[in-house]
């Protein structure tokens, strides 16, 4: 029976995640910030641990409490909407904490384990805002695409010792806590002169018919998790897809 680790499940793709590899018989080990058992009551191949993905004591005491895993998922990350001329530096570095370095720290955490094993997963969720980059999240854009090419990177390098490297790009998802959970920092971040041109961003997303649903994402999870093959992109909800189609046909 194998084992799965997923950062940033107290809501949206890391929930529904967890649950779905958890219904289908795997041990999930589903880690957040601020553990809440309302979220995943506890059950039998279920566990929630406390992991802070920016903190290296977080991580190192998670990775030991979780034991041998066969896939880590990073999923954590943090969102930003905003005009990048009033984006703080601080904020910024903030986005790279959580979502590349974050990212990349887990990832190193893991690999000993599974060099040593000659077997492993990592699956990174991006964006498809790395596909076809969208107006107003230069810097979260800017994140996600020095994953894709970290990512890219890594699975050459440990292709030697069977340990497998992939990504899973989202497209746009409404239903999910991404606006909600950065309001703070994006307080700010659309001065006056922006205003207009926000709003015929907003009016577009607004209009979109296609979009991205938690269950898409859980499914390209599990369709990487269990693709033996060397393939790296996995794009996750309709308007993601419907996007790498377009870039197919160019």
Partial sequence: MKTILITGCSSGYGLETARHFHARGWNVVATMRTPRTELLP?????????LDVTRPESIARAIDAAGPIDVLVNNAGLGLFGAFEATPMATVRDIFETNTFGTMAMTQAVLPQFRERRAGLVVNVT?????VPMPLVAAYTASKTAVEGFTASLAHELAAFQVRVKLVEPGYAPT????????????GLLPEAYA??????????GQQ??????????????????????????????????????????
């Avoid at 506890?42 to 406390?50: K, T, Y």
């Avoid at 964006?127 to 596909?131: G, I, N």
């Fill in 209 to 250: 018919k296609a979009f991205t649903r938690e269950q898409d994402v859980a499914d390209a999870v599990w369709r990487a998790a269990n693709d033996a093959s060397a393939r790296l992109h996995y794009a996750a909800g309709a308007d993601a897809l419907a996007l790498v189609r377009q870039l197919e046909a160019a």
């Fill in 42 to 50: 506890p059950a039998e191949r279920l566990r929630v641990l406390a």
């Fill in 176 to 187: 999910t806590r991404f606006t909600e959970n950065g309001t703070g920092r994006m307080q």
């Fill in 196 to 205: 207009g041109y926000a709003q015929t961003v907003f009016a577009a997303l």
């Fill in 127 to 131: 964006s498809s805002a790395t596909l």
